[in-house]
C-alpha cells in the first residue's frame, strides 16, 4: 500500500464516520440540527439579558451579540470538540470491529463535524444579527477562521489524550465535567484580555482557550486588537497534548476490548 | 492468506492471568476453508478479531493479504440507531464499494422486509446475523470471517448461506469458528479444535469430531 493509497482509505473512513455521526448526532430528522443551534443561542440569550439589566457595556463599543457570539461559539467549539472526543471509544466500540477503523479515525470525523457545526451556528447567529442591524463589518475572515481552527485542534488534541485516559481509568470521564467548567469563565468569553489588570491578565492567559477567543475577536471586530494572543502559544499546547495523546493512545490500544 | 506467528493472548481475570492463545502458529492458505472447534470460552471469537485485524495479540505476528472480512456474526459493527440500510451504507463506504449495489445486495440477501428501514436495535438475533452476512457478501473478501453465524435462521437461510458459500469457493475462502459439529461441517477442508491456546489439526471432520467429543 502506497502513502497516496493509505491517504485515500483514511479519508474514506473519516468522511464515512463523520456522516455518520451527524445521523447519530442530531437524529434521523432534519429538525435534529435545530439543536446544536440552540444551546449556544440559549447562552447569548441569557448573557445578553443579565448584560441589558445590569446595563453593562461591552469592552471598546463592540456589538454585543457579536462579542458574546465570539466567545460563546468559540468556547463550545473547544470544549464539545474535546468532550465528543473523549467520549469516542464508548460510542463507538461497536466500529472498531471494522479493522481499518481507528481511534483517531473516530476522532477525527467527530472534530471534522463539531467544526462545521460550530461554524454554521456562528453564521447563523452574526448573520441573523446583521440582519437585524443592517451591517455587517469583519475585519479579517481569514483570523477568525483561524482562531476557530486552533480552537478545533485544541479540542480535538484533548479529546484524544482523555479518550485514552478514560480506557485505562473510567475515574477521568467523571472528573472532566468539573474540571472543564471553569474555563467557561476564565477564557474570556465576557472580557478581553485588553481590559483586564496586568496582573490578572498574566495569570489568565496561561490558558490556551482564551488566546483563541481572543484571536477570533481580534480576527472579527475592526475595533479590536489582540496584543496578547499568542497562536504559537496555543499551537505549543496542540502538539504538546497530540504528542501526549497519540503516545497513550498507542500505550492503551491493547486495552480496548471490542465487543 | 493469513499467517499467524506465535501468537498469545492472554486476558486478566480476577484469578490472575488467562491465556486464550498460546504461541499459536498456523497458515490459512487461500481457497482453503477452515473449521475451528472449540467450547464456549475457548478463545474462538479472540482468534477471528485477531485475524481481522481488530484487536491486536500480545505476542507474535499475524500476516495478511487480500481482503479479509471482518468477524461476521451476531453482534458489533452495528449502530443500533441507524438503520440496517444506513448501516450497509456506511461498511460500503469504508471498504470503498458500490454503495448503491451493495445496499441492494444485502437488502435482497438478508430478506428482513421492512425492517432493513427499520433501527438495528428494533431486529432480532436472527434478524440481524442475516444483515451481517448478507452485507459482508455483498462486498467481495477473499477471507470470510464467520463467528457461528450460519447456524442461525431458518433451514432456508441456512441453505442460501451454503451455496453462496459453495458458489465462491474458487475465489474465496472461509474460517468458521464453531462449538458445534454440525455449523461447520458442511463448509470446510481441514478442521481446528481449539483447546488451551493451541490448535490440534486434522483432515478428516470424524477425526476431528472424535478429539473434540472426547475433551
Redo the contacts between chains.
Keep these: 500500500m502506497t502513502l497516496v493509497d493509505g491517504a485515500a482509505?483514511q479519508l474514506?473512513?473519516v468522511?464515512?464516520?463523520a456522516?455518520?455521526e451527524t445521523?447519530?448526532r442530531f437524529g434521523?430528522h432534519r429538525l435534529g440540527y435545530l439543536w446544536a443551534l440552540l444551546e449556544p443561542a440559549f447562552w447569548i440569550g441569557t448573557f445578553y439579558a443579565l448584560y441589558a439589566l445590569a446595563g453593562r457595556h461591552t469592552p471598546g463599543g463592540m456589538d454585543l451579540v457579536p462579542f458574546l457570539a465570539v466567545g460563546i461559539v468559540s468556547y463550545e467549539l473547544f470544549s464539545k470538540t474535546a468532550d465528543r472526543g473523549s467520549a469516542a471509544i464508548g460510542a463507538n466500540k461497536?466500529?472498531?470491529?471494522?479493522?481499518?477503523?481507528h481511534t483517531i479515525d473516530l476522532i477525527a470525523a467527530r472534530t471534522v463535524l463539531e467544526a462545521a457545526t460550530y461554524v454554521m451556528v456562528f453564521v447563523v447567529i452574526v448573520g441573523a444579527h446583521a440582519l437585524a442591524v443592517q451591517e455587517l463589518v469583519v475585519d479579517s475572515l481569514l483570523r477568525t477562521l483561524w482562531g476557530m481552527a486552533l480552537a478545533s485542534l485544541l479540542g480535538a488534541t484533548l479529546g484524544l489524550v482523555l479518550c485514552s485516559l478514560t480506557v485505562v481509568s473510567p475515574t477521568v470521564e467523571r472528573m472532566k465535567g468539573p474540571l472543564m467548567r471553569p474555563l467557561f469563565w476564565i477564557s474570556g468569553l465576557f472580557f478581553t484580555a485588553e481590559s483586564l489588570p496586568s496582573r490578572a491578565r498574566d495569570v489568565l492567559l496561561w490558558n490556551p482557550v482564551m488566546h483563541c477567543v481572543e484571536i477570533v475577536r481580534d480576527g472579527w471586530f475592526p475595533q479590536y486588537t489582540a496584543r496578547h494572543a499568542s497562536a504559537s502559544y496555543v499551537l505549543a499546547w496542540i502538539v504538546a497534548l497530540a504528542f501526549a495523546g497519540l503516545t497513550l493512545e498507542r500505550a492503551v490500544?491493547?486495552k480496548v476490548e471490542?465487543? | 492468506m493469513i499467517e499467524l506467528r506465535d501468537v498469545t493472548k492472554t486476558y486478566s481475570t480476577t484469578a490472575g492471568p488467562h491465556v486464550v492463545l498460546d504461541r499459536l502458529s498456523f497458515l490459512f492458505s487461500d481457497r482453503v476453508s477452515v473449521g475451528i472447534l472449540g467450547r464456549n470460552g475457548a478463545g474462538k471469537s479472540t482468534l477471528l478479531r485477531i485475524l481481522g485485524g481488530a484487536e491486536l495479540p500480545d505476542a507474535g505476528r499475524v500476516l495478511r493479504s487480500g481482503r479479509v472480512s471482518w468477524p461476521i456474526g451476531f453482534a458489533g459493527g452495528f449502530n443500533g440507531s441507524l438503520t440496517g440500510e444506513e448501516n450497509c451504507r456506511f461498511v460500503a463506504r469504508i471498504y470503498g464499494a458500490e454503495i448503491d449495489v451493495v445496499v441492494e445486495y444485502a437488502q435482497a440477501f438478508a430478506d428482513i422486509g421492512n425492517y432493513f428501514h427499520m433501527p438495528v436495535r428494533t431486529y432480532s438475533s436472527g434478524m440481524r446475523a442475516r444483515l451481517a452476512f448478507g452485507l459482508s457478501m455483498a462486498i467481495d473478501f477473499d477471507t470470510y470471517l464467520v463467528d457461528e453465524v450460519t447456524a442461525v435462521g431458518d433451514k432456508l437461510f441456512q441453505d442460501k448461506c451454503k451455496r453462496e458459500f459453495a458458489d465462491r469457493r474458487e475465489r474465496s475462502s472461509v474460517i468458521i469458528v464453531s462449538h458445534q459439529i454440525a455449523t461447520i461441517r458442511d463448509y470446510c477442508d481441514i478442521f481446528c479444535v481449539l483447546r488451551d491456546g493451541r490448535f490440534h489439526v486434522f483432515e478428516q471432520i470424524k477425526e476431528a469430531e472424535r478429539a473434540y467429543k472426547a475433551a
Design positions: 482509505a474514506r473512513v468522511h464515512a464516520l456522516l455518520r445521523k447519530t434521523t461497536a466500529l472498531l470491529f471494522y479493522p481499518h477503523v490500544r491493547r471490542v465487543t
